[in-house]
C-alpha cells in the first residue's frame, strides 16, 4: 500500500455522510479527527461511520494536534475562508464542497494561497461527475453536431426550503447557479467572457429577493450559454440538472437531465425546410463513481499523481466568477466583462 492521507473532517452537517462515505471506503484514507461546533453532530459522525478518531469543536486547535495531510471542508460558505486559508497554510491540502468562496477577494486569495503553499485546495462540483452529462459533453467534444454555436440550460424547480434562502437577495444565481454554470463550462469546454443578467421575483413567489433570473454569457470560441432559470416555479418543473439544448454547425444536441442525452442531423441537406432528422441517443458506459464520489475519486487522484483536479481552485475560481458577475450585472443593469472580478488569462 502506498501512502495513507490523515484526513481531518471539518464540519458534521447533513454534506458530511456523503464525504465521509466515499472517504471511508478507501484504503489510503485515514478519518484522524471530526470538527463541528455542535459536538453532537461530530459524535453522530462518529458512531454512524465506526471511528475511533478524537471529536474537536475548533478546527484550529484540531489542525495542530492532528497534523492532517488532508482538510475536508463542509462549513458554511461565509467562513471557507478561514477553513481553507489556515489549512493550507498549516500545510494540509483541502477539498471542499461548494461554492469555493462567498466573494470573489476571498477566492482570489486562496488561491493564491494554495499556490504559495504549494498545496491543493478542490472544490466539490458534484455533477460534473454524473454518468449522462459526460455522455452529453462527448456529443460536444467529438463534434457530433460540428462546431458548438449555442448552449442554453432551462432550471425550473418548484423549491419550498424555508429558512435562509428565502431570506436571500439572490437566492437563485447565488445559491444555486454555481451548479449550472460550472455545467456549461464543462460541456461546452469554453469559458465566461461576459454576462448580462436580469433577476427578477413573479408573482407568487415566496422567496424576499429575485428567485427567478435570465443570463446571457459570451464564452470564449464564440459560443453563447443561456440561462433561464426559477426555484418558484408552479409546474412544468425540469430536473435539477436543468434541461439543455445545444446547437452546432451540423446538428442540435439535448439532455432533459433525467433521461440519455441524444443528437441529431438533417437527414436530407437539400430540404429548404427539414422535419426529419437523424437522431441518435448516447450512452457512454462507465464504471466510474458518479456524483460526490466521482468527484472525490477524481481529486484523490490528483493528489496521488500530484497534478490539479479537474475542480481545482485556480480553475473553478471561473465558475465562481460567472456567480459573481451576473449578480453584479443585475444589480448595476448593465453587461459586465469577466475580466472586471478576475483574471482570466
Known sequence: MGKQFRVLQVGCGG???????????????????????????????????????????????????????????????????????????????????KPLADSIEHALDMVKTSATTNKSYAVMQNRRFLKDIRSFQSIIANQQIGALGFLGASFYIEAHFGGFRDLMDSPLILDMAIHTFDQARFISGCDPVSVYCHEFNPPGSWYKGNASAVCIFEMTNDVVFEYNGSWCAKGSVTSWECDWRAMGSTGAAGWDGKSLPWY?????????????????????????????????EDMMNALIKGVPAQTDCKDNIKSLAMVMAAIKSSQEQRKVYLHELIDLS
Not at 475536508?72 to 471557507?80: K, L, M
Not at 427539414?274 to 463513481?289: G, L, R
Request: with cysteine.
Open 15 to 97: 454534506i458530511s455522510n456523503s464525504w465521509l462515505t466515499a472517504l471511508t471506503g478507501r484504503e489510503d484514507v485515514i478519518i484522524a479527527g471530526l470538527v463541528d461546533l455542535h459536538k453532537n453532530h461530530a459524535q453522530d459522525k462518529k458512531d454512524k461511520f465506526n471511528l475511533s478518531c478524537p471529536i474537536y469543536t475548533d478546527f484550529e486547535v484540531a489542525i495542530e494536534e492532528i497534523k492532517p495531510d488532508l482538510v475536508i471542508d463542509n462549513t458554511i460558505p461565509e467562513i471557507h475562508h478561514r477553513v481553507v486559508t489556515t489549512a493550507l497554510n498549516a500545510g494540509c491540502h483541502v477539498f471542499g464542497e
Open 264 to 296: 441529431e442531423t438533417n437527414s436530407d441537406p437539400n430540404n429548404r425546410f427539414p422535419s426529419d432528422y437523424d437522431k441518435h441517443v448516447v450512452d457512454i458506459k462507465s464504471n466510474a463513481a458518479t456524483g460526490h464520489a466521482g468527484c472525490i
